[in-house]
């Protein structure tokens, strides 16, 4: 009996590591036809945590923090030894938008920072495409030492927060654990921060929004390159 309990305590530990909170994980259930009907943002995940709305079964409150202490208990010991940063002691002077990306590594990795970098470049097929990326998200799913060596491309893919191919139309966005992407007829494409709830407007004719800073790099390594550096002032 004992085993059999251990084994339900670690099932969807996958599902719990891609949320940093219950509501986050709430959000995620909640379809677009559900926030059309209900509006009301805490109604909606109540009604989602009882099991009335949502896409499919939905873990119990108790269920996800037991899981997420699993998690924080198996990930504690990896925290005390320092990652080496795939930047380490390369040089970037020739390279602006590597040396940005260089300069952000160690903050991006530990949490205290999160960037959105907007590219627009070209593809191996020579396909102009353009998309927005959570740094944070990509540089925990994908090894960075090809990029910082030089050996491969930082481009936008279909899985990012955003990403459009110009000559085949493709068009997708996706939220990651960090952001969530909110699709505004008025304001356009915003992302909204998953800690600290603050928006991010990518617009360049606005203010990209609290805690939110819009920098341009001019390089000649892609067509064109903005970051979005974002700080929620705390440990992500």
Known sequence: MATRGRNEDISNLDVVERFESYEDYLDSQLTATDMGYLEDEEMARQLVELGYRGLG????????ESR??????RTSQKHLIP??????????SKFPFLQALADREELVRTGKLTTIIFIRDFNSKGQEISGYIDLAHR???ED????????KR????AADLSFYNWET??????????YQVIADSAQGLLFKNKRDRKVVNVNPETDPGDN???IEIETKEYTQVVLYDHSTRRRL
């Open 144 to 151: 960075f030492a090809p990029i910082f060596e030089q050996r």
């Open 139 to 141: 540089m925990r799913i």
């Open 83 to 92: 990652k080496q940063l795939s930047s380490v002691d390369k040089d970037f």
């Open 154 to 157: 930082l481009l936008p893919k």
């Open 212 to 214: 939110t800073t819009r």
């Open 68 to 73: 997420k202490k699993i998690l924080l208990e």
């Open 169 to 178: 139309q493709l068009s997708t966005s996706n939220s990651t654990p960090h």
């Open 57 to 64: 079964d939905t873990l119990r409150r108790e269920d996800f």
